[in-house]
């Protein structure tokens, strides 16, 4: 049969029902409806932003704003697909600068809903209005020339009942609108935001200064209370905002909201970097939550990758992870600088950024009750002048961090905080006042946690000394992990652990690092095939160090069941101190329970009293 004769397959698709498919990308629900105008409105410099919503927006999203409004004349083509005012060519697409700039978010809401739109501008004396049904306009009528604009959405899915089935429930749709709303009010703090649901107030943030001042009026101040402030930049990138401290972090991942050149987006570049900056700090199960801003360079950022514009694309996707990791570890320094510096008004010198070359520790060995030569510190000073700000700008293209820092802060002391140790729980838990707060704390994750900052600096400084055992232990193995083993041995011997091959497949511990005492060889090497298993699939060096420190410290540590007399309780809480009074081991688990002198007189009913 000729081809010409069979029926064509291929046609071109009808108006609307491009328009739906278009929608369907664009406005999922009707939390969609309010970003979109909301992001009309900032561009337009509104600086009062009102948002009536009724049964969960199905019924009527009312945005209303005091912007530049929109001409008579270009009002019917505001409503055209990819019509918009904020691009004149595709070189402006290296260099978006505005929220919206597709020109799809107008034609695809009115192609589903009803719409009203009453506008103004400022030089206009008789207002405009716009209606549309299914994306048809009609006539423009006169209006109020009351500057600015508004939209109303009513019907929302009326001609997709699909759509419309797959919604939720009002409260959850109402849920999701709030969150719009919040996230507008937090990327600009400038602009007064009003939401009401029904008639009733929901949100009303009126125009502030200052990031912090925002974040305030949406999370409150229990939030604020428990974070801690983030700051840092390098060339054309900076970031600064807040993070929950390491003591109160949970489960949950709310909030935890990034907003890009004012953008609410998502991004697993950042996200990775914020959980590294963490790193041993974070509690095991918990999830860091934070609410943080970066600024770019507008032609260093990709922001046409998602038809809602939820994620972006950085070009210098390296020196972003650096910066926000090592602003994170800054904000941590200082937080525990601020933990240590409030135990006592007096006992406590100035804390200092980095390790005097010429520092010296002292250790103890619980396990063995001998002291041991500590693990001597970095050799460059590593303080920063004035500022609490991080700055990578000195790191130039090829020069990668070999050696990155779990904390950025190190901690001495003039003389021995106010510690009265009181005795111990079970054999497990230690009793003692910690300058005005009683604490409960956990001798083996605090002793560990001691050894694992001390290992830690010692590898930052390429150097942990090994301590010979008189004899060494053989271990056998498989073929095959005596193999792996081995295949590290270089690297093992870095962090102060020598291994030798001992017979066909064994192998045996020669050595260990200074301070650790006495370590069960077997189960420590079982803990260390799991960590050198995951080394090829480690994204950085620090991955693959930090697990075997970690293992070595857990091992050298004391352990629960073992009976201290007062000193030696004195000299662990010393030193857990000396470190910063570090709230979790290195693999998560919390060292201590801490009651203030106000949080006990809470418990005991003594507030108020005279």
Same mark, same amino acid.
């Given at each position: 049969?000729?081809a010409?004769?069979?029926?064509?397959?291929?046609?071109?698709?009808?108006?609307?029902?491009?328009?739906?498919?278009?929608?369907?990308?664009?406005?999922?629900?009707?939390?969609?409806?309010?970003?979109?105008?909301?992001?009309?409105?900032?561009d337009?410099?509104?600086?009062?932003?009102?948002?009536?919503?009724?049964?969960?927006?199905?019924?009527?999203?009312?945005?209303?704003?005091?912007?530049?409004?929109?001409?008579?004349?270009?009002?019917?083509?505001?409503?055209?697909?990819?019509?918009?005012?904020?691009?004149?060519?595709?070189?402006?697409?290296?260099?978006?600068?505005?929220?919206?700039?597709?020109?799809?978010?107008?034609?695809?809401?009115?192609?589903?809903?009803?719409?009203?739109?009453?506008?103004?501008?400022?030089?206009?004396?008789?207002?405009?209005?716009?209606?549309?049904?299914?994306?048809?306009?009609?006539?423009?009528?006169?209006?109020?020339?009351?500057?600015?604009?508004?939209?109303?959405?009513?019907?929302?899915?009326?001609?997709?009942?699909?759509?419309?089935?797959?919604?939720?429930?009002?409260t959850?749709?109402?849920?999701?609108?709030?969150?719009?709303?919040? !996230?507008?009010? $937090?990327?600009?703090? =400038? &602009?007064?935001?009003? *939401?009401?649901?029904?008639g @009733?107030? #929901? +949100?009303n943030?009126?125009?502030?200064?200052?990031?912090?001042?925002?974040?305030?009026?949406?999370?409150?101040?229990?939030?604020?209370?428990?974070?801690?402030?983030?700051?840092?930049?390098?060339?054309?990138l900076?970031?600064?905002?807040?993070?929950?401290?390491?003591?109160?972090?949970?489960?949950?991942?709310?909030?935890?909201?990034?907003?890009?050149?004012?953008?609410?987006?998502?991004?697993?570049?950042?996200?990775?970097?914020?959980?590294?900056?963490?790193?041993?700090?974070?509690?095991?199960?918990?999830?860091?939550?934070?609410?943080?801003?970066?600024?770019?360079?507008?032609?260093?950022?990709?922001?046409?990758?998602?038809?809602?514009?939820?994620e972006?694309?950085?070009?210098?996707?390296?020196? !972003?992870?650096? $910066?926000?990791?090592? =602003? &994170?570890?800054?904000? *941590?320094?200082?937080?525990? @600088?601020? #933990? +240590?510096?409030?135990?006592?008004?007096?006992?406590?010198?100035?804390?200092?950024?980095?390790?005097?070359?010429?520092?010296?520790?002292?250790?103890?060995?619980?396990?063995?009750?001998?002291?041991?030569?500590?693990?001597?510190?970095?050799?460059?000073?590593?303080?920063?002048?004035?500022?609490?700000?991080?700055?990578?700008?000195?790191?130039?293209?090829?020069?990668?961090?070999?050696?990155?820092?779990?904390?950025?802060?190190?901690?001495?002391?003039?003389?021995?905080?106010?510690?009265?140790?009181?005795?111990?729980?079970?054999?497990?838990?230690l009793?003692?006042?910690?300058?005005?707060?009683?604490?409960?704390?956990?001798?083996?994750?605090?002793?560990?946690?001691v050894?694992?900052?001390?290992?830690?600096?010692?590898?930052?400084?390429?150097?942990?000394?090994?301590?010979? *055992?008189?004899?060494?232990?053989p271990?056998? +193995?498989?073929?095959?992990?005596?193999?792996?083993?081995?295949?590290?041995?270089?690297?093992?011997?870095?962090?102060g652990?020598?291994?030798?091959?001992?017979?066909?497949?064994?192998?045996?511990?020669?050595?260990?690092p200074?301070?650790?005492?006495?370590?069960?060889?077997?189960?420590?090497?079982?803990?260390?095939?799991?960590?050198?298993?995951?080394?090829?699939?480690?994204?950085?060096?620090?991955?693959?160090?930090?697990?075997?420190?970690?293992?070595?410290?857990?091992?050298?540590?004391?352990?629960?069941?073992?009976?201290?007399?007062?000193?030696?309780?004195?000299?662990?809480?010393?030193?857990?101190?000396?470190?910063?009074?570090?709230?979790?081991?290195?693999?998560?688990?919390?060292?201590?329970?801490r009651?203030?002198?106000?949080?006990?007189?809470?418990?005991?009913?003594?507030?108020?009293?005279?």
């Amino acid at each position: 049969m000729p081809a010409a004769s069979c029926s064509a397959k291929i046609h071109i698709l009808p108006g609307d029902v491009v328009s739906r498919i278009a929608a369907g990308e664009v406005v999922e629900r009707p939390a969609a409806v309010v970003k979109e105008l909301l992001e009309n409105s900032l561009d337009a410099g509104a600086l009062h932003i009102t948002i009536e919503v009724k049964d969960g927006g199905l019924a009527l999203i009312r945005v209303s704003d005091d912007g530049e409004g929109i001409n008579r004349t270009d009002l019917p083509l505001a409503f055209e697909r990819h019509a918009t005012s904020k691009l004149r060519s595709d070189r402006d697409l290296a260099s978006v600068t505005t929220m919206g700039f597709r020109g799809e978010a107008l034609p695809s809401i009115a192609s589903v809903s009803h719409v009203l739109v009453t506008t103004a501008t400022r030089q206009d004396t008789v207002g405009s209005q716009f209606t549309l049904v299914a994306g048809a306009g009609s006539a423009i009528v006169d209006a109020p020339p009351v500057p600015g604009t508004r939209i109303d959405v009513s019907n929302l899915f009326f001609n997709q009942p699909a759509r419309k089935k797959f919604l939720k429930s009002t409260t959850t749709e109402f849920s999701h609108i709030s969150h719009a709303v919040q !996230l507008a009010g $937090l990327a600009w703090p =400038s &602009v007064h935001f009003r *939401l009401t649901h029904n008639g @009733q107030e #929901v +949100l009303n943030y009126p125009a502030v200064t200052a990031d912090r001042d925002r974040i305030l009026q949406v999370f409150r101040q229990g939030f604020l209370d428990r974070t801690i402030e983030v700051r840092g930049r390098t060339g054309g990138l900076s970031i600064r905002g807040v993070m929950v401290d390491p003591i109160h972090a949970r489960s949950s991942k709310l909030p935890q909201e990034l907003f890009v050149n004012r953008r609410p987006v998502r991004n697993a570049t950042v996200f990775h970097a914020v959980m590294e900056g963490y790193g041993s700090f974070l509690p095991k199960g918990s999830r860091p939550t934070f609410v943080l801003f970066l600024d770019i360079e507008p032609d260093q950022l990709d922001v046409n990758v998602h038809p809602t514009k939820k994620e972006v694309r950085f070009a210098e996707t390296e020196a !972003l992870h650096q $910066l926000v990791r090592q =602003s &994170v570890r800054h904000a *941590l320094g200082g937080f525990e @600088q601020k #933990v +240590l510096s409030g135990l006592t008004p007096s006992g406590l010198s100035q804390t200092v950024q980095g390790f005097s070359p010429t520092a010296e520790r002292r250790t103890s060995s619980f396990l063995d009750s001998q002291r041991a030569a500590s693990i001597s510190a970095p050799g460059q000073d590593s303080r920063t002048s004035g500022s609490d700000m991080v700055s990578l700008s000195g790191i130039a293209e090829g020069s990668q961090l070999a050696f990155a820092h779990e904390t950025a802060t190190a901690y001495r002391l003039a003389e021995k905080p106010d510690i009265m140790p009181f005795g111990q729980i079970l054999r497990t838990y230690l009793v003692a006042q910690v300058g005005g707060e009683l604490q409960v704390i956990d001798q083996h994750t605090a002793h560990e946690r001691v050894l694992f900052q001390r290992l830690w600096r010692g590898w930052q400084s390429r150097d942990i000394p090994s301590q010979p *055992l008189l004899i060494p232990e053989p271990i056998e +193995l498989s073929a095959a992990q005596s193999m792996l083993l081995l295949k590290y041995r270089d690297d093992l011997e870095k962090l102060g652990l020598l291994i030798e091959p001992f017979g066909a497949s064994a192998i045996a511990i020669r050595g260990v690092p200074v301070g650790l005492g006495k370590v069960d060889a077997a189960v420590l090497v079982q803990d260390l095939l799991d960590d050198v298993t995951e080394w090829d699939s480690a994204s950085s060096l620090e991955l693959r160090v930090q697990p075997i420190l970690a293992s070595l410290a857990c091992h050298g540590a004391v352990r629960a069941g073992r009976a201290l007399a007062l000193p030696e309780i004195q000299q662990l809480i010393h030193d857990w101190v000396q470190e910063g009074l570090i709230m979790t081991c290195p693999h998560g688990r919390r060292t201590a329970f801490r009651l203030s002198t106000n949080e006990l007189a809470k418990l005991f009913g003594r507030v108020g009293w005279t």
